[in-house]
């Protein structure tokens, strides 16, 4: 699926939430390129902060592995995570001082 990208319209289809979650990017070849955390987060996408990086340059494709919190039962298990992985596209980047505010498009759950 290949879409124009129009910077004046929102790509979001779901609502994000703010979220903290640890997170690492990795290349194709499963090499760590950046280690950060969430801001938000939807179903289709997050926004992480992380190290600027080359890695992450807007439409490329790397793999992200994100901590998040296990539920049972409806209740969140404080202290307890899971590791879920995706497939994304960067769509956006942003420079926060030092650090770099990336939009990244989920194409895959993996995991």
């Not at 903290?20 to 990795?26: E, F, I, P, Q, S």
């Not at 992380?50 to 494709?61: D, I, V």
């Not at 596209?89 to 989920?106: I, K, S």
């Amino acid at each position: 699926m290949t879409e124009q990208v129009n910077p004046g319209r929102e790509r979001r289809e779901d609502a994000r939430r703010a979220a903290a979650h640890r997170v690492v990017v990795l290349d194709g070849n499963d090499r760590v390129v950046a280690r950060g955390r969430t801001a938000n987060i939807s179903v289709d996408g997050v926004l992480l902060i992380a190290p600027r990086t080359e890695a992450l340059r807007q439409g490329r494709e790397v793999v992200v592995e994100i901590d998040v919190p296990k539920i049972a039962h409806g209740q969140v298990r404080r202290g307890q995570h899971r590791t879920v992985r995706y497939r994304g596209r960067v769509v956006r980047t942003q420079q926060l001082g030092q650090l770099l505010g990336v939009g990244l498009e989920f194409v895959e759950k993996l995991a």
